[in-house]
């Protein structure tokens, strides 16, 4: 079988980089082979860090400003009244999420209002919004609130090393978090999983796994 290289030549890539600038929209300059993700692209800093880094290299007044994903173009949107816009007067254009491809490999993960397209988001949101009032978002964030005094003390009373540094595993801690969170909003049961983990409920809820992300270790000063 012949297999032919496939070369594009820089003036090609200047051209598909070319994209906002032709449609009169102001864009960020970025590299030739990974647009303005470079440093997410290799692992150097997380997707959504780097969205926000690139939200501030934008003018302070511009209403949005164009980028690029190797050399797929993207919007950023930044005024609130634009961002309005699209996501209820026509929300019908722009319902899907980039990352939400049609084969998930994490199928558990994606099954979400942030990773689902339609017609399975309109249906999962049919059946959540009528849980997520106004109102009832109100009486949950007293709850929420009484849940992080517990991590709070944990967080405190966890033990520095020799520089003066508390190390704590960020996976761990968004399980017990998520498993209290759970059980007081979801269940109406009351636990403590940063005090006491070995409680039935909250070991099943660590084996579950109820946060479907992974993050290693974070440090906490």
Known sequence: MLVKNIYFSPLSLRYKLSYWKQRGVESLT???IFGNFKNAVLFRSAPGWHIGQLHKAARTDAPFIGFYIFHK????L??????KQFMIRDFDNFCDRHF???NQKDSFGMKNLFGLKNPAWKYLRTKITPTL???KLKQMFSLMTEIGDPMMDYLKNHPEDCDGVKLVDAQELSY???TDLIAS???GTKMDSFHYPNEEFSTIGTCCGFNAYTYKLYTYK
């Open 73 to 76: 173009p993207c919007l950023l």
């Open 185 to 187: 909003i979801a269940l």
């Open 78 to 83: 930044r005024d609130p009244d634009i961002i």
């Open 100 to 102: 939400a491809g049609s």
């Open 133 to 135: 009032t106004r109102s």
């Open 30 to 32: 970025g590299d030739l």
């Open 176 to 178: 017990k978090y998520t």
